[in-house]
């Protein structure tokens, strides 16, 4: 398996426009995680889905974030309108379910993220 | 709130030497907890998960402690060499997959 996959790696986007992150999981993981990280606060959960189902989305910040999960093998983070506070470093992550073994053994496997700037 | 602490000074240690990293959290009894290495412009990596019934886990040159009591878990990795320079999360369940994480230390291993 190829891994996690992010894109693009790096978006620069002018404030008020739409921009739309993307993560492929690894095949055979039913969690998916999203995560934010900035030197200020570090690496923030954002929403993560179970079975392509939004679990809990309590992490994300405002109406201006959504996020989706058409099927098992791709999701989407989308922010609109940006603002420049939205310049992070997103991250993509997936496992298998908690109290399986290959959890204990592997944790979470993360993508290389999508460093996003708003200017 | 939950709050996790990780030294946040950077390490630095002599090739060859065992590097230790704390991690101390207040406010919750996690059922397990985790530690990721960090390289710049990457993702975090799994490293190990210590579970609150195990005392210790070892993999390799690696070493996690875990004491509930203390609310603190140690990281050790022995005979360091200069490429386990990287900055280190610890990173702890709060229910479910709600997993936290600290800010990280940074490890430098001098040749």
């Known amino acids: 398996d190829a891994g996690v996959i992010q894109s693009p790696r790096h978006e620069v986007t002018e404030m008020g426009q739409e921009v739309t992150l993307r993560c492929k999981p690894i095949s055979g993981h039913d969690y998916l995680f999203w995560y934010r990280q900035t030197m200020m606060r570090g690496l923030e959960l954002l929403i993560y889905?179970?079975?392509?189902?939004?679990?809990?989305d309590s992490g994300m910040p405002e109406d201006r974030f959504s996020a989706k999960m058409p099927n098992a093998s791709f999701s989407t983070l989308k922010i609109q309108p940006s603002e420049p506070r939205d310049s992070a470093v997103y991250f993509c992550?997936?496992?298998?379910?908690?109290?399986?073994?290959?959890?204990?053994?592997?944790?979470?496997?993360f993508g290389s993220g999508t460093r996003l700037t708003v200017v | 709130s939950q709050k996790i602490e990780q030294n946040s000074e950077a390490l630095n240690i002599q090739e060859g030497k065992t590097a230790t990293l704390t991690c101390n959290y207040t406010?919750?009894?996690?059922?397990?907890l985790q530690w990721y290495r960090q390289d710049p412009g990457r993702g975090p990596v799994f490293l190990l998960l210590i579970r609150e019934n195990e005392k210790e886990k070892r993999k390799e040159r690696l070493k996690v402690t875990f004491d509930t009591t203390l609310k603190q878990s140690l990281f050790h990795i022995t005979a360091s060499q200069p490429a386990d320079s990287a900055t280190y999360l610890c990173?702890?369940?709060?229910?479910?997959?709600?997993?936290?994480f600290g800010a990280g230390t940074r490890l430098f291993v001098k040749a």
């Open positions: 406010n919750y009894s996690p059922a397990y």
């Open positions: 992550a997936s496992s298998s379910a908690l109290f399986e073994k290959a959890f204990w053994d592997y944790g979470y496997t």
């Open positions: 990173a702890l369940d709060t229910g479910g997959f709600k997993t936290i």
């Open positions: 889905f179970n079975n392509n189902v939004p679990i809990d």
